[in-house]
């Protein structure tokens, strides 16, 4: 009797033992096995002849997935990111897979079926489609343009799609078959001509040689080059070499907008080249069919964003990580991995280089590469233009009204004046953060957090954004009756109803996570700034970086100061690291560009270091306090996290987790139990307690001890390990 050792995506940590029966089960199977009342896919990761479980306990192994095992390189990423991260096993396997492959109807799922038009029925169904139905007129004009439309390109055409063309299919207006493989990017492609590589600079040329006499086996790079300065060259030269010897590339990119942007430059280069992207947006049956490429070999180039670290590549030559100090490379939810570092160790066990690309290194790599850990490439100066000439704007002189100087106001007038693009730069949504009462004072909060709502005026709505929590408008103060409310603050709403006053004939357009929510929002209004359909832009983070807009020559920044307020040691980091990408958004073609940054302290370092567009000199100096203070890369910290809906479970389970900690070892220091920022969210009270070494070996050893120690309390309560945590 064979016994095979499956992990599964449950909170009960695993293995769990199945008799295979007459199913042939191989190390990385996947198989679908019942578990309780329900059945459903785990991921076999050894085989016995025998069990600890009693025979009569032991239940089959119903059938296996009729995929190829999971390589040996995959199943070693998820035993390392499961012990660094302390995580279940099986919990890792569920996010790195597509969603298909954790479905025990897997078969049935992946069976894809395509949608054709009976010719001699076009007149009658176009006829029957009413004039109000826009999505199904887009789904006919589809399935007019393309010979099939298959199940999920339906769906992306028009969300009810399955339910029209069955409706269609049953009055014989459209005919359903079995869909033939997706075709490959080098299938769709072929025609096209690779777009022309421009000559490399010198700086360039010499990154590339450097890194590419590194193939073939681990070495890690940081390639540090201004905004502007090529680093995408660098990178389809090195994916270029990389092809030539049959071997495939990952790409990291730090966010889904950026994702098609960059499919399309590679695609462009490279024609011939199977390329696919990966990442959270794609439909399950299409994430499948990419994954399954990239599995192969078949995919030469891999574009995602931070999920696509867990792709199995047989033939991987090289990974980069565009943009690495990026945050969003944290995953913040679950299994709270960091793509970057799980770049490295893939790239270590492939025995590949691995090129980390960005204007503002994190801390952590940049430390890496001061130490000798990391060798470093740079690119010190843009190719086609000069870098923006960056100023500031003293707000303790100048009156500021709704957020805009005067002198703003000038140069955006006189910006657009010259028929050249502005961007308006405030990294906070909404109309207003506070809706304020001035007579007595009172500040509408959220009902299930300690926060404050933020105003929407487009809605008129005041709404939460921790816990979603939504509501009118009040006319009055709750508290003294006072009718004359007023929003206290500024947010992207606020910014662009002051511009369109001031600015009426301008053609507006406000980028942030409200206006963006549909899906092609964003990559319809990148296509309307580079046809220069728009004169300013007002937006957040999500404009900051990896953006390349050739009329875009202004870039004005709004709130820059309150970061310099915050009580988190990475505050300062991160507003050079958007003060720096925002800017690098102005002058990037022949025009020349221009920063301005409101702000009360002119002569601040972070702003000093900005306008000297000397990063190096800065980092040094924050190393230099980082050392001093004891605080990270010359440490490595933990956080436990809880949250209860009663304080008191709350601060019970952390106070205990401390005392379990305490007398482990000289080398952890474990620090008392604190109030995490947001106290209250939908209606939880959340705590931290955080946990801290010198030594990165230690705390592994320590977590190792103390994770198994942890548990109990009531059933509501929630609790999380946070390795290397990005946020306090």
Known sequence: MTI??????????GPFDYETGPVDARIGSLVVVPFGRRRVVGVVTGLADSSAVDKSRLRAIERILPIDPLPPATLALAAFCA???????GQVFSAGLPTMLRKPDF???????????????????EASIPSWAKGQKRLFRAMEKHAAVDAVQARLVYRNAPKILSEWEQRGWVEKRAANPVPSATEQLQTRQPTVAPDLTEEQRHAVGAIEQTLGQFVPWLLLGVTGSGKTEVYLSLIERV??????????????????????????RFPSLDVISLHSGLAEGERFSRWKRARSGQAAIVLGTRLAVFTPLPKIGLVIVDEEHDPSFKQNEGLRYHARDLAVYVANSSGVPVVLGSATPSMETYSNVIEGRYRRADLSFRPAAKAPLVQFVDTRDERVEQGLSQTALTEISQCVRRGEQCLVYINRRGFAP????HACGWMAGCPRCSARLTLHSRSNKLKCHYCGHEERVTHACPDCGNQDLHGLGEGTQRVEQELSARFPDARILRVDSDSTRQRGAFEAMRERIHSEQIDILVGTQMLAKGHDFPKLTLVV???????????????GERLFQQLVQVSGRA????LAGKVLVQTEFPQHPIYLSLAANNFSAFA??????????????????????????RESDMWAFLRNAAREACGFTNDITVFDPVPAPVYRIAGRFRGQLLIQSASRLSLRRFMAQWHPLLGGGPATLRWVLDIDPVDL
């Open 620 to 645: 040094d100096n924050l190393l230099n306090e980082r050392r001093s203070a004891g605080f990270p890369p010359y440490v490595y910290q933990a956080v436990l996290r809880a949250e209860a809906h």
């Open 4 to 13: 095979a050792r499956v992990e599964l995506d449950v909170p009960i940590v």
């Open 587 to 590: 002058g990037r073609a022949k």
């Open 557 to 571: 920044v709004l709130g820059a100061d309150h970061a310099l307020y915050s009580s988190d040691f990475r505050a």
């Open 107 to 125: 078969s049935k799922r992946a069976r894809l079926w395509e949608y054709v038009l009976i010719a001699n029925c076009v007149v009658d169904l």
């Open 83 to 89: 012990d660094y991260y302390r995580h279940r096993v």
């Open 243 to 268: 092809a030539a010897k049959d071997r495939q590339t990952l790409v990291l990119v730090p966010e889904i907008n950026l994702t098609p942007q960059l499919v399309s430059r590679v695609q462009g």
């Open 434 to 437: 506070v809706l304020l009462c």
